[in-house]
């Protein structure tokens, strides 16, 4: 089955600066990545996300860029400020699962002002 | 606002009791539902996958008869603890989709914990 390997599990930046978050896939099959913010205590929520026929998308300050042939996809948050704090998940989502998600183990993002 | 509400946000429940915990998308049809369970300072573990009026699939090492799903309608999804016991207190996440390819939606998630 699908497995989702994320690094670093945690990361602290300055107020302003970039972070990136990293994670890799074992489904060549998987179509799906969202990534998602949760806080503490709440449930996850869904930052932005990129399907397999693109390499690259962008929100905002938010980007992600998928490289298929090496199966591995990333996070980047641009200017970061202090509410960016937070833990992130990627996931994928394998072909033909109905939906089922398949997590990363998380990133504790801390950004200090 | 919210697409996907789940309701307790907490219970406290004595063990060898049941709790149920409900997962209702607000504004669309979910023909799928997933539940999740995540302890402190961990991912998201799938525990099963919902799809309306059909049994739940559960994934490996989850046991059904411990863990009752039930997906009666495109809104509603309920899970059951049955005889629960204090290692079952967890952050219990459920999440939402129309269907394959779909965006899909996590409710705010419910802490069980047992007594």
């Known amino acids: 089955g699908e497995n989702v390997e994320q690094h670093p599990s945690t990361l602290s930046v300055q107020e302003g600066d970039s972070a990136v978050i990293k994670c890799t896939y074992s489904?060549?099959?998987?179509?799906?990545f969202p990534w998602y913010k949760q806080e503490l205590g709440k449930g996850p929520q869904l930052i932005i996300d990129i399907r397999s026929n693109v390499g690259e998308k962008k929100d905002q300050r938010i980007a992600v860029t998928l490289n298929k042939t090496a199966k591995h996809f990333s996070l980047h948050i641009t200017e970061t400020q202090p509410e960016d704090s937070a833990v992130y998940f990627c996931?994928?989502?394998?072909?033909?699962?109905?939906?089922?998600?398949?997590f990363g183990q998380g990133t504790e993002l801390s950004v200090k002002p | 606002g919210a697409v996907v509400s789940q309701h307790p946000s907490r219970v406290i429940c004595k063990s060898g009791t049941s709790v149920k915990i409900e997962c209702r998308s607000l504004?669309?049809?979910?023909?799928?539902m997933f539940w999740y369970r995540q302890f402190p300072k961990q991912s998201l573990m799938l525990m099963a996958t919902s799809n309306e009026g059909s049994k739940a699939t559960y994934e490996q090492g989850v046991e059904k008869d411990k863990f009752l799903i039930n997906h009666a309608s495109l809104t509603l999804s309920t899970l059951t603890v049955t005889s629960a016991h204090p290692e079952d207190s967890s952050f219990y996440i459920c999440?939402?989709?129309?269907?394959?390819?779909?965006?899909?939606?996590f409710g705010e998630g419910s802490w069980l914990t047992v007594v």
């Open positions: 996931a994928a989502s394998p072909l033909n699962q109905g939906g089922k998600l398949i």
């Open positions: 504004d669309f049809q979910a023909t799928t």
């Open positions: 999440s939402a989709t129309r269907g394959p390819g779909n965006t899909i939606y």
């Open positions: 489904d060549s099959a998987s179509n799906y």
